[in-house]
């Protein structure tokens, strides 16, 4: 029998990874608190929920991909003082819980101590890869969890990503994924800063991109993603900086980079210069802009 999946939070990536998990075979109950996000996932196959609880009625597994550890708190324990509107009341015995959300390690570990409570697996499955990786089913997913509950994760994430890792136990997966962006933002900003240095020195930033991509400055930015409008097609830059992963959410996570710092006492002097810059760009109202739009903050004002 085909799974159920109830899959929660379709915004810029939840909404293709259910597409995927359609085209896969599965039964899919989508909810979101924007009505017309379910709603746009019909015409291909999904139920659209009007509640979370009707979306993880008779549900085996249910995926959430909701913006922050707030609110994968409020959808799995229910807004404060209220444990009975929260997917832990809610699901039957026997459902499996991935959250695929970036947040911080101790939220997804406190989520994964009361699923152990209420007899129930859930890991923590962060995602890198972009819309673009959402949208193709290539995304890499970077699991914490105990060594059953990856195997059951891996069944059903293979129809949405294409490398699936195992980092260790609750949290881990999102202190992986914190490390990665952490290094995403410094290549985004090195990129943004040497493609500008280039123009200004009278270089064309497609041919400097073409040079780089064969040297040792080299990266998945400059690759994939280049911030330079007109460089890479089918860019987030090339469409007018439209998300992709926006600003705020980079912000959210360069966060998290210098929480885990704190705790652990470690240096992390460029990821904190990117957080600012981030900050800075995003005050100058970015935040629900792709997040390579940080290329402006370097551009000469005409
Ligand atoms: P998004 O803001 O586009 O989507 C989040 C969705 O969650 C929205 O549709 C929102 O209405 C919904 N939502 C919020 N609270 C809810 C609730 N209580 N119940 C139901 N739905 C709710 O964000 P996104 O870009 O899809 O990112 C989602 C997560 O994935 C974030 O944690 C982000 O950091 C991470 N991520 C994003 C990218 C990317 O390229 N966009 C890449 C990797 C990881």
């Not at 459902?95 to 695929?100: P, V």
Request: with cysteine; net charge negative; charged share 15%.
């Amino acid at each position: 029998m085909a799974a159920t999946i109830a899959f929660i939070g379709l915004g810029n990536m939840g909404g293709p990874m259910a597409r995927n998990l359609l085209k896969a075979g599965c039964k899919v109950q989508v909810f979101d608190i924007n009505t017309e996000a379910a709603r746009q996932l019909e015409s291909d196959g999904a139920v659209a929920a009007r509640s979370l609880k009707d979306a993880v009625a008779g549900a085996d597994t249910v995926m959430t991909m909701l913006p922050a550890g707030q609110h994968v708190r409020q959808v799995y324990l229910g807004p404060k003082g209220r444990p009975e509107d929260g997917l832990f009341a809610m699901v039957s015995p026997g459902t499996f819980l991935i959250d695929s959300s970036t947040i911080d390690p101790a939220t997804a570990k406190e989520v994964a101590d009361h699923a152990a409570d209420h007899q129930l697996e859930f890991v923590d499955a962060p995602v890198s890869g972009g819309v673009a990786g959402a949208e193709a089913g290539t995304l890499t997913f970077i699991v914490g969890g105990t060594d059953s509950a990856f195997r059951q994760a891996e069944a059903v994430l293979r129809h949405v990503g294409k490398n699936i890792f195992h980092a260790g136990p609750a949290g881990a997966g999102q202190m992986a994924k914190i490390c990665n962006n952490l290094m995403l933002a410094v290549q985004m900003a090195g990129a943004c800063e040497a493609l500008n240095l280039g123009i200004e020195n009278g270089l064309d930033p497609k041919v400097l991109s073409d040079i780089m991509l064969q040297s040792s400055g080299r990266n998945w930015v400059l690759e994939l993603y280049n911030p330079c409008p007109g460089v890479l097609e089918n860019a987030p830059a090339s469409k007018g900086y439209q998300p992709g992963f926006m600003s705020k959410l980079m912000l959210k996570d360069l966060g998290l980079g210098m929480d885990a710092a704190l705790l652990s006492q470690t240096a992390v002097p460029m990821g904190s210069l990117a957080r600012n810059l981030y900050a800075l760009h995003n005050a100058k109202g970015n935040e629900l802009r792709d997040f390579s739009s940080l290329f402006e903050l370097y551009q000469r004002q005409q």
